[in-house]
């Protein structure tokens, strides 16, 4: 069946070439033991947010060069039905909300051969939540945070987990309202992270006029994890208008990172209305925002962009070590050759690309192979990057090439060279990093 899948989605790529230009770059993150990778592919589109046909996950010992091609053609382990590629992953295990969205699920991919492994379940108690559309946060190795809008976005409601047990720890609503009179709503996840050095949640949500119309401006409110207490709101118009993962909250995507002295970053955005000749009205585009709060400080810095001029929306964004990130964008003014008065911005155009931000200076340089830019990829919802043991696996799926492919980016070297290839037939969507024992 799924060769036949294969065959009937076939899709053409960019070549590989190899790099002959290093640049130097940070020193190694710190190596992480007995990990292998989980490949993972969608059917019949790119997947995420309840895009295409299915998912499969086929898991590899390496992504590095001098691998076998990862073959997808009746091996591997599909999701289709019950879980989705939306999830938490934290060691061995995966987490999310199943299909039937009235649990908490515990499960892992044992092989290549079988169903996935249900290890535990929790199903809800008080608070509900739909799958796909939740946020997280860790506040220690097996406490597991919750939180999303409940069902009619007016308010914001958590749980907490032991991952361990997969029990219930507590639950209840946050003490936030809306702060703006005219809103109507929350965002539907926004996003959570937690800072371990004071020991602090930071919720960064929007509010809304409706469920497709938001208002401008990005809310901080900073909670007590013991009490689930709200301490701190801040609000900011001027920097940015909303996180990338107001909608799925880190399910599909990394937007949040800290370095080495306690410095938050979050990938944001906002509109831009641009001109095209031809155009009866100015069109709006996306375009990113990298902010930061600094350590101690709980609210954003309004002296930092580290995103300016932007070419597009960041859409990742992963710290690399030595105040350098790597970012995967949207270039969201690529004319669409179908409609001279619009630009790209379809899920599987070939418009995305990968760049390593200076957080110093804010400069940006794009990723080079053989003295040449990455090519572009496909992919919106992707995730195909890991950072492991001083490298950064980047996946791409480019429009003229039989296969998908992995670049392999040493990051104390700069150096980039082809790791393993994908086979073509599926469209090549995430890179997970599981932790072995």
């Known amino acids: 069946m799924l ?16 790099n002959s230009a290093p640049e130097p770059e940070p020193e190694p993150e710190p190596e992480v033991a007995n990990v292998v990778y989980d490949v993972v592919v969608s059917i019949g589109e790119h997947g995420g947010m309840n895009q295409g046909e299915g998912t499969i996950v086929r898991r590899v010992s390496s992504l590095d060069a001098g691998q076998p091609m990862v073959d997808f053609n009746n091996k591997g382990v599909v999701l289709t039905g019950t879980y989705t590629m939306e999830s938490i992953v934290k060691g061995k295990y995966y987490y999310q909300v199943p299909e039937s969205a009235d649990r908490f699920v515990k499960f892992e991919i044992v092989d290549n051969n079988t169903s996935p492994k249900e290890i535990a379940s929790c199903p809800f108690v008080k608070n509900t939540y739909k799958q796909r559309n939740y946020t997280h946060a860790w506040i220690d190795d097996n406490t597991l945070v919750i939180m ?20 219930i720890v507590a639950e209840g609503e946050l003490d936030l309202k809306l702060q703006n009179p005219q809103a109507k709503m929350f965002s539907t996840s926004g996003l959570l992270v937690y800072r371990k050095a004071d020991n602090k949640l930071f919720y960064f949500h929007t509010e809304k006029k409706s469920a497709r119309v938001a208002y401008p401006g990005l809310y901080t409110s900073v909670i007590n994890p013991a009490s689930m207490t709200v301490e701190t709101i801040s609000y900011t118009d001027e920097l940015t208008e909303e996180t990338v993962a107001s909608a799925y909250g880190e399910l599909l995507q990394t937007s949040a990172f800290f370095t080495e002295d306690g410095t938050m970053y979050v990938a944001c955005l906002h509109a831009t209305d641009v001109e095209i000749a031809g155009a009866s009205k100015p069109v709006s585009v996306e375009d990113g925002d990298l902010l930061r709060i600094l350590p101690g ?9 580290g995103y300016k001029n932007p070419e597009g929306k960041m859409l990742t964004v992963q710290y690399l070590g030595n105040n350098k990130a790597l970012a995967y964008s949207t270039d969201g003014r690529i004319p669409n050759p179908a409609d001279p008065t619009a630009f790209l911005k379809g899920i599987s155009d070939y418009i995305h690309f990968y760049s390593i931000i200076d957080l110093t200076t804010g400069q940006r340089t794009k990723v080079k192979y053989n003295g040449s830019d990455l090519p572009y990829s496909a992919g919106r919802f992707a995730q195909r990057t890991a950072i492991v ?16 492919c992995v670049y392999v980016y040493d990051i104390a070297t700069g150096n980039v060279e082809k790791g393993v290839e994908i086979s073509g037939g599926f469209y090549f969507d995430m890179i997970r990093v599981i932790e072995v024992e």
Not at 148 to 167: F, P, R
Not at 297 to 305: A, I, L, V
Request: one cysteine or more; aromatic letters at 10%.
């Open 148 to 167: 999303a809008a409940n069902g009619d976005k007016d308010k914001i409601v958590w749980t907490k987990l032991n991952a361990e047990t997969m029990a």
């Open 297 to 305: 400080q709980t609210s954003f810095d309004p002296t930092y962009n």
């Open 3 to 18: 060769l036949a899948v294969a065959a009937l989605f076939s899709l053409t790529f960019t070549a590989c070439e190899k």
């Open 389 to 404: 043991n001083g490298k950064a696996y980047i996946g791409v799926s480019t429009e003229t090439a039989a296969n998908p």
